[in-house]
């Protein structure tokens, strides 16, 4: 079993920064973990990657270059540093992690856990 818990999310101008943050908990191995948003009206998409034994990264092309995806081991936290905000950053944003021993990290279906979101919200 595996708690996923966001924190982080709030409001920022346009050209701003937040860092998200998701604690995990529980002593099941994680294979890669994510970062997925939301926003209303539209389908949930994958922002980035972070492949947990080997560290590495993947992004969206909409975020790349502007967001970095980030773990601290010891303290079993996964981390999204947002810079250079658009409003078309808003959405929902959900951290995810994935247990099975296969590195299959690309979609939504190949997570198990979900953390409960934390909201974004970029005004221009």
């Known amino acids: 079993q595996v708690q996923l818990v966001e924190s982080g999310g709030g409001s920022a101008q346009a050209g701003g920064s937040l860092r998200l943050s998701c604690a995990a908990s529980?002593?099941?191995?994680?294979?890669?973990m994510s970062w997925f948003r939301q926003a209303p009206g539209k389908e949930r998409e994958g922002v980035a990657i972070l492949y947990t034994g080997s560290g590495t990264t993947y992004y969206a092309d909409s975020v790349k270059g502007r967001f970095t995806i980030s773990q601290d081991r010891a303290k079993r936290t996964l981390y999204l540093q947002m810079n250079s905000l658009k409003p078309e950053d808003t959405a929902m944003y959900y951290c995810?992690?994935?247990?099975?021993?296969?590195?299959?990290?690309?979609?939504?279906?190949?997570?198990?856990?979900w953390g409960q979101g934390t909201q974004v919200t970029v005004s221009s």
């Open positions: 995810a992690a994935r247990t099975a021993s296969t590195t299959v990290c690309g979609d939504d279906f190949h997570y198990n856990y």
């Open positions: 529980g002593n099941t191995y994680v294979t890669c």
